[in-house]
């Protein structure tokens, strides 16, 4: 997720509460890991909505991602969907947006910090609170 997502472990993941009063509740769905190989998938087919958006290789399965999917979400401000509940940085994002982002949810102070960290001589990393 890190050298996809975060441009190489240099930015930060943000971890919602997910319960049955809000939207990842009520909405969020697990992504299936499943073994296959990639395939066309026409919009006709039933399993079009699903093998796109909401199925991923086996491989990734680490990750147990939930995705909570917005249709009318572009160029829209759209309300965080669950309260903030920890911020886990990327292991090489710079100690100066670090401290940006603590900055900027001193008030939340029920917000928790993590990092990450590499693991030696595994490609593999950790995370450990801050």
């Known amino acids: 997720?890190?050298?996809?997502?975060?441009?190489?472990?240099?930015?930060?993941?943000?971890?919602?509460?997910?319960?049955?009063?809000n939207n990842l509740g009520k909405y969020a769905c697990p992504v299936k890991y499943v073994p296959f190989k990639y395939k066309k998938v026409t919009v006709f087919s039933s399993k079009a909505f699903e093998m796109k958006f909401l199925t991923k290789a086996y491989d990734w399965k680490y990750e147990g991602e939930w995705r909570l999917i917005e249709?009318?979400?572009?160029?829209?401000?759209?309300?965080?969907?669950?309260?903030?509940?920890?911020?886990?940085?990327?292991l090489r994002m710079p100690d100066y947006q670090r401290e940006t982002i603590r900055e900027i949810l001193s008030g939340l102070s029920h917000i928790k910090y993590y990092k990450a960290e590499e693991l030696p001589d595994q490609y593999k990393i950790k995370i450990i609170e801050e």
């Open 1 to 21: 997720m890190w050298s996809h997502y975060s441009d190489k472990h240099k930015g930060f993941c943000i971890e919602f509460e997910r319960s049955p009063d």
């Open 71 to 90: 249709e009318d979400g572009q160029n829209k401000t759209i309300d965080l969907p669950g309260n903030i509940t920890a911020i886990i940085f990327g």
